[in-house]
């Protein structure tokens, strides 16, 4: 009896083991995040516009609320964040920097955006209203 006792003490705690050693296996990442800029609702006016890429693609750009969204050609709305008075960010990493007032535009990391056309990755898209 005092065998088949230990025999299921022994099988019980060797099945914990797993799930405790499985807990000390997780690992947690930090991802720096681009700072934010508080745009106010009359700072995003001059953006709120199509603009014509080099590559003949259209990017458009709204706000709706306090959200800001960046759209590719009929595809849908990615949302942007600003991070200074004229660059923004979308949570994939494709930087948008106007300049000229919003008449001009570039787009960094274009690639990562849904529905881009093939852009190599060190390739900085222009892009005119």
């Known amino acids: 009896m005092k065998t088949i006792l230990l025999g299921v003490v022994a099988a019980l705690a060797l099945t914990s083991l797993p799930a405790v050693h499985a807990q000390d296996a997780s690992v947690s990442v930090n991802a720096a995040r681009a700072p934010q800029y508080q745009m106010q609702p009359d700072e995003f006016s001059?953006?709120?516009?199509?603009?014509?890429?080099?590559?003949g693609q259209?990017?458009?750009?709204?706000?709706?609320?306090?959200?800001?969204?960046?759209k590719l050609d009929a595809g849908?709305?990615?949302?942007?964040?600003?991070?200074?008075?004229?660059s923004f960010v979308t949570e994939d990493g494709t930087r948008f920097d106007f300049h000229e007032d919003g008449e001009g535009l570039a787009i960094s990391d274009f690639?990562?955006?849904?529905?881009?056309?093939?852009?190599?990755?060190?390739?900085?898209?222009?892009?005119r209203r």
């Open 58 to 70: 259209k990017i458009s750009f709204d706000n709706e609320q306090n959200r800001l969204y960046a």
């Open 46 to 55: 001059p953006y709120r516009n199509t603009y014509k890429l080099e590559n």
């Open 111 to 127: 690639q990562k955006m849904r529905w881009a056309s093939t852009t190599p990755a060190s390739k900085v898209m222009m892009a």
């Open 76 to 86: 849908r709305p990615v949302r942007i964040y600003a991070t200074s008075k004229t």
